[in-house]
């Protein structure tokens, strides 16, 4: 998701429209895999079993066309650098415009969620 993107976000809304942006959470993933890396219990979203601490990093960034790792600081500079005057984060199924409250439940453990306006 580049800054020109969000550019055009904000050219195309209306002055009082809403962008939300929503990504896999990577700071949730980092964060699981320093703690596990210490020698914590933890459970990574969608991994039965035991594993390597790295493969679901490698799954999260890599898999399903993934090209870049966000988490909540770098898509509220992106927000605001294309000219919103506010970026916050919101919640699965939480936000300032019921109609872009399309979030996918499967996904909701995973990933991070972003409002512009």
């Avoid at 109609?99 to 996904?107: N, Q």
Wanted: hydrophobic share 40%; net charge neutral; with cysteine.
């Amino acid at each position: 998701m580049a800054t020109g993107i969000m550019r055009n976000f904000h050219r195309l809304l209306r002055p009082t429209g809403t962008v939300r942006i929503v990504v896999p959470d990577a700071e949730l993933y980092i964060n699981l895999y320093v703690r596990a890396r210490s020698g914590e219990a933890v459970k990574f979203p969608y991994v039965e079993g035991k594993c390597l601490p790295i493969e679901p990093l490698n799954r999260i960034f890599r898999d399903h066309g993934h090209l870049y790792a966000y988490d909540f600081s770098s898509v509220q500079e992106m927000i605001l650098s294309a000219g919103f005057s506010c970026a916050t984060r919101v919640s699965f199924m939480h936000g300032r415009d019921p109609k872009l409250l399309v979030d996918s439940p499967e996904r909701a453990v995973e990933s991070l969620y972003v409002e512009g306006w």
